[in-house]
C-alpha cells in the first residue's frame, strides 16, 4: 500500500473518531474513479476526437518532412563514393538543417497537444470536483477518495459515485472549447 493511501485511511479513521458531526452515526466513505469520469463523459470523448483530429493535421507535414530526410539519406548513401569532401559536407549540412527543421515540428507539435490536453485536464478537473463535492453533500458522505489513489479490495456497492458524478458532469454540457 503505498503512503499516501495509507496516509488517507489513517486520516478517515481519525475523522471519525474526533469528528462531533460523526460521533452519533458512522463515517460515511465514497470514492470516484477520476480516470473514467474524464475519459467516459461526453466530454471526455468530444476531447478524445478532437485530440485525434489534432494529432492527424499534425501527422501529415511530419510524415513529409520525414519522407525528406529518408530521400537525402537515401541519396547521400547512393553518391558517396562519387562525391568530394566538400558536397558531402554540403550534403550533411542539408541533412542535419532539414533534420532540426523535422525535429522542430515534432517539438510543436507535441507541445501543442499537450497544452491542449492540459488545458481540457484542468478545466475538467475543478468542474468534477464540484460536482463531486455536492454528491457528497446530497449523500451524506464524510470523504470521499479517488478510486485509482487508494488501493479498494472491496466496498459496498453504494460506495462508488463514479456513475453519478459522471452523469452530472454530461449534464452540465460540455466544456468551453478557446
Known sequence: MNRKALAAILAAAGI???????????????FVDMRQ????SKAGKVHQAEME???N?????????KKKLQALRADFLKER???????KAAKQ??????????QAMAGEAQNALRAK???????????????????????HLGLVFEKS???VLYSEPGMDITQQVMQQYNARGLPAAK
Open 53 to 55: 483530429k489534432l494529432i
Open 93 to 102: 549540412k542539408q541533412f542535419q538543417a532539414e533534420l532540426q527543421k523535422y
Open 16 to 30: 471519525a473518531m474526533v469528528s462531533p458531526a460523526h460521533a452519533a452515526g458512522s463515517l460515511k466513505i465514497g
Open 81 to 87: 563514393l562519387t562525391l568530394t569532401d566538400a558536397q
Open 117 to 139: 490536453d492540459n488545458q481540457f485536464m484542468q478545466q475538467s478537473i475543478g468542474l468534477i470536483k464540484t460536482i463531486i463535492a455536492k454528491v457528497a453533500r446530497t449523500d
Open 37 to 40: 469520469v474524464i475519459l467516459e
Open 57 to 65: 493535421e499534425r501527422q501529415g507535414p511530419l510524415d513529409q518532412e
Open 149 to 151: 489513489q487508494l488501493l
